[in-house]
Nanobody, 126 residues
Framework: VQLVESGGGLVQAGGSLTLSCAAS????????IGWFRQAPGKEREGVSC????????YYADSVKARFTIFSDNAKNTVYLQMNSLKSEDTAVYYC????????????????????WGQGTQVTVSS
């Protein structure tokens, strides 16, 4: 299983970024892909998740209406479009894969995931 994130960078507050997570080594349609983030000194937290088979999407309250998760199944890639970025969105963002056996509270809990990418840094300047 391989997950490779890209698209991070430095952006001003109010700006936008789109992260990509390219997946390989497993049957993409059988999994859910989650995005998580970890800021310095803080615990990793769930941001969003998409169940590939049924396009079910889930969001943390802190990013609802600002972030959108979607997939391109032909490319085995999941994207996280981030709008109206705030300084508190600054973190290393990771994507991870899981069998989508349960609902949002399960899918947004990083402790349930076994497969992880290396992370991509997002820095929002105020």
């Amino acid at each position: 299983v391989q997950l490779v994130e890209s698209g991070g960078g430095l952006v001003q507050a109010g700006g936008s970024l789109t992260l990509s997570c390219a997946a390989s080594g497993f049957t993409f349609d059988d999994y859910a892909i989650g995005w998580f983030r970890q800021a310095p000194g803080k615990e990793r937290e769930g941001v969003s998740c998409i169940s590939i088979s049924d396009d079910g999407t889930y969001y943390a309250d802190s990013v609802k209406a600002r972030f959108t998760i979607f997939s391109d199944n032909a490319k085995n890639t999941v994207y996280l479009q981030m709008n109206s970025l705030k300084s508190e969105d600054t973190a290393v963002y990771y994507c991870a894969a899981i069998a989508p056996l349960h609902g949002s509270s399960y899918l947004l809990n990083w402790k349930n995931y076994d497969y992880w990418g290396q992370g991509t840094q997002v820095t929002v300047s105020s």
